[in-house]
């Protein structure tokens, strides 16, 4: 019999939730934020399902405000893939011109994020969204099922999850409720390296370091990205060699000084890491248990 590797049966696990939850819901979408763990869960999705077209759209909950490299990532990706994307802005965010400046890190995602979520899954009726996290990102993600069920308006019980024995997945919903499934949740951010170099997955370039304008800004290496951008007194962009672990809206994003060029680069850089990949990321920095409160209110 033969043995699989580490990687090799994460990719099984995860494809077999994949596969799980097309054939258990009614209409399942595949959230797709762009960064490298999208990159995986789509990678992983057209496996399963090739030589056929994925069976269900992604949706992207776009905020106006990622890198402008993301965005040219995701038509291309469109495009070589001919993926059914489903792009969503929360009309109500747009009105009262809700920016990472002016509202500040909390309110944006609330309303761009979190709420656009909900409107985008509301309107399409979706019963379960796969989404890109991972246990080891941040410890309320540590404590989530790979099935996390919702009530109708979104929120999440940590208290009340159902149990998964066996890797056996109970995918019965009650009236009202949907599913967020998390297919990578076992995988790590060395795992995700390592299967991006092992399978030549695309990414977008901002993993990769090269000299960009950055400033500092309350500890943070924050890329000035486009003219929108509002510098504060004394702040005069200079660059660096930066590159991203973890990639959101620009404003609220912070790089890393790296010389890392390559996918070996960036692994070597994994292995001697002892910071949360996450730690550049503002909107975990809102609050204690921020990102628990956030799911609770319905947060992807």
């Known amino acids: 019999m033969m043995s699989l590797s580490h990687i090799r049966r994460l990719e099984a696990e995860s494809i077999h939730i994949i596969r799980e939850v097309v054939a258990e819901t009614r209409h399942p979408v595949m959230l797709y934020s762009i960064g490298k763990d999208s990159a995986v869960m789509l990678h992983l999705a057209l496996k399963a399902f090739y030589p056929a077209r994925l069976p269900f759209p992604l949706l992207h909950v776009d905020t106006r405000w990622k890198f402008r490299e993301m965005y040219a990532f995701r ?145 943070s290496l924050i890329m000035v990205d486009d003219d929108r951008m509002p510098l504060e007194p004394g702040e005069k962009p200079e660059l660096k060699s930066v590159r991203f672990r973890t990639l959101g809206c620009y404003p609220l994003t912070g790089a890393v000084e790296s010389n890392a060029t390559t996918l070996n680069d960036i692994i070597q850089e994994m292995l001697l890491a002892r910071t949360s990949e996450r730690q550049g990321r503002v909107i975990d920095h809102d609050a204690s248990a921020s990102m628990e409160k956030k799911k609770q209110e319905g947060y992807f």
Do not use: C
């Not at 949740?185 to 092992?198: K, P, R, V």
């Open 75 to 219: 038509e291309e990706m469109v495009k070589r893939h001919d993926l059914d994307l489903r792009v969503h802005i929360n009309p109500e965010g747009v009105a009262q011109n809700i920016n990472p400046f002016t509202h500040g890190s909390s309110v944006h995602t609330d309303v761009m994020k979190t709420q656009g979520l909900k409107q985008a899954l509301n309107h399409y009726g979706f019963d379960a969204a796969f989404g890109g996290a991972r246990r080891d990102e941040e410890k309320s993600r540590a404590k989530e099922r790979v099935f996390s069920f919702r009530n109708g308006q979104h929120r999440w019980d940590p208290k009340n999850q159902r149990p998964e024995l066996w890797r056996l997945y109970n995918a019965r919903l009650n009236p009202g409720e949907s599913i967020r499934v998390f297919p990578l949740s076992n995988w790590t951010e060395l795992d995700i390296w390592q299967y991006i170099a092992l399978e030549n997955i695309p990414i977008v370039p901002l993993y990769f370091a090269k000299p960009r304008p950055v400033v500092k800004r309350h500890g």
